[in-house]
């Protein structure tokens, strides 16, 4: 953004006051079209010393203008402002607009007592150049005011927010609507940052969107996944088509009581159209589960005392591996030392495109570096599965999800697809996908399972792995929204997810 400023105002010669007037003028027009009781409301606008406060003033002197009650704070001395934003204070003090300044903790505090009837607050505080925590009177300011019952809006991000992660630096001003000036920043759609901005609205304020498009260079890019870019994803089906061409998928997984994961990945994967599905699990465990889905094949493998895959079938699932498209492996498995011996030894021996899930990604805590980088792989944690290939705390991955679901994927070189509210999905070269679709009611038992079965179904059908979880991750989150709209978000369960995922996959563009 801070190019895309740049050449606006150099290289086009568009002054800089200009834009902050659009900005203000877009966001009291987002105002307006959120907030239809405005004209009967009263708006408090706290403004910084910088740009953010600018764009502030200028929307205190638009909603004046347009018979608006509001008022600004500015939490500067007014000679301390920015050349623009001190520009737009002199206008309002040439109108006679209430704008008061609060230079210091004891004028803040005086100022505070008057806004307690605000029915609006804007928060033009601090704008997108945040790297740390707010500190001095910004911070007792957002702290202040989030004890505030107001309906609070944000210009262009909430204060106390990093414009270019999703890590919560420090306190934050919650807001219930947040109106981004020229385009969207990552804090609006990375977790946990996200939470944050309540309601997105994105105004334009005179920058040439090629502007936006081709600014600095950089590593790697991040975009939303749009129902519009996963449809040209779905494998084509010829009216002359046989299940042969559309892939045979070996799923390997479950073990005597951890079924079910076994079952719905399978399920998934035949609803996803892969045409054929081998599930290889271990003997006493495949009576129990082949008569759930009659559409998969079932091949009992050796087995240890626990009923989990012994070792001792790797030859064999070697051979069926090697007769099939893709494999997925890792639902249901457990973590018997032979299971986990023999999870290890595949990984370096399986030539097929390859997804590992749960109890494969599990076995994998402290060698990460064994993933094989010979086949297209494609790995699902969630974040405490990540937290273990990493070494990191769970916490950690949940602060910073967009740097650590680069991280492992950069090392491991492979599709990863991290698992949460925001799922974000990144290639080895750190570009980074964020869906937006999904419900809390996805987090139960088996969900994940259905996903594994997902992305497994599209990759054995030749998918590319960063493609299939970027496809997979927007429909099994929207199978869940679909089933939310039946059964609400508390009752949800996995087996509600395969039921609406045809209707999701209809509705993203799949035959």
């Known amino acids: 953004m801070r190019e895309a400023d740049r050449r606006t105002i150099q290289d086009i010669g568009v002054p800089g006051r200009v834009l902050m007037e659009s900005a203000g003028r877009g966001v009291a027009g987002a105002m307006e079209e959120h907030l239809p009781e405005l004209a009967d409301q009263r708006i408090l606008i706290v403004c910084g010393k ?15 203008g347009l018979g608006y009650e509001a008022r600004a704070v500015v939490l500067s001395a007014f000679e301390d402002l920015g050349a623009d934003a001190l520009d737009n ?40 150049g945040l790297t740390k925590g707010a500190h001095g009177l910004p911070l007792r300011a ?20 990093s414009s ?21 920043k990552v804090c609006h759609f990375v977790s946990p940052a996200c939470e944050h901005c309540g309601t997105i609205e994105v105004v334009d304020i005179g920058i040439p969107p090629i502007f ?10 991040i975009e939303t996944i749009e129902s519009g870019e996963v449809e040209p994803l779905w494998p084509a089906r010829h009216a002359s088509a046989h299940k042969g061409d559309f892939g045979h998928l070996l799923i390997v997984a479950g073990s005597v009581g951890k079924t079910g ?10 609803r996803t159209g892969a045409g054929l599905v081998t599930v290889a699990s271990a003997k006493s465990a495949v009576p129990m589960m082949a008569p759930q889905l009659p559409e998969a094949m079932w091949e009992p493998l050796e087995e240890t005392a626990t009923g989990a895959i012994a070792f001792g079938a790797l030859d064999r699932l070697l051979e069926l591996a090697d007769a099939r498209t893709a494999v997925a492996m890792g639902p249901g498995l457990g ?50 599965e990540a937290s273990r290939l990493l070494g ?62 997902i992305v497994g179904g599209l990759v054995g059908q030749g998918v590319p792995a960063f493609e299939a979880l970027t496809l997979a991750a927007h429909v099994h989150g929207l199978a869940g929204d679909l089933a939310k709209n039946d059964v609400g978000e508390t009752a949800l369960v996995a087996r509600d997810v395969l039921r609406t995922l045809p209707a999701a996959m209809r509705e993203l563009g799949a035959d």
């Open 50 to 64: 910088g740009n953010n406060g600018g764009d502030g003033l200028v929307l205190l002197r638009t909603l004046v």
């Open 89 to 128: 204070l002199q206008s309002a003090v040439k109108l006679n607009l209430p704008v008061d300044p609060a230079a210091d903790e004891a004028a803040w505090r005086t100022a505070l007592l008057e806004m307690r009837d605000a029915d609006v607050i804007v928060d033009a505080i601090l704008g997108t």
């Open 142 to 161: 957002i702290e202040d005011l989030s004890g505030l019952d107001a309906f609070k809006v944000a210009v262009d991000i909430p204060s106390g927010l």
């Open 164 to 184: 270019d992660s999703g890590r919560l630096p420090g306190a934050v001003l919650e807001a219930d609507l947040t109106i981004a000036l020229a385009a969207p």
């Open 212 to 221: 936006l498009q081709r600014s600095a260079p950089r590593l790697a890019t």
């Open 261 to 270: 994961a076994a079952v719905m990945a399978a399920e998934a994967a035949l």
């Open 335 to 384: 973590l018997h030392d032979d299971t986990v011996r023999l999870v290890l030894e595949l990984l370096q021996k399986v030539t097929s495109p390859l997804v590992v899930d749960a109890d494969g990604l599990n076995a994998l805590k402290g060698a990460v570096d064994q993933l094989p980088s010979h086949v297209d792989l494609a790995l699902t944690p969630h974040p405490g």
């Open 392 to 453: 990191v705390e769970t916490a950690d991955i949940q602060e910073d999800r967009l740097r650590y679901v680069r991280e492992l994927a950069m090392r491991t070189k492979a599709a990863v697809l991290l698992k949460g509210f925001r799922t974000l999905v990144s290639d080895a070269d750190g570009n980074v996908k964020v869906n937006l679709t999904g419900n809390p009611g996805l987090a139960s038992g088996g969900s994940g399972d259905v996903l594994t079965g």
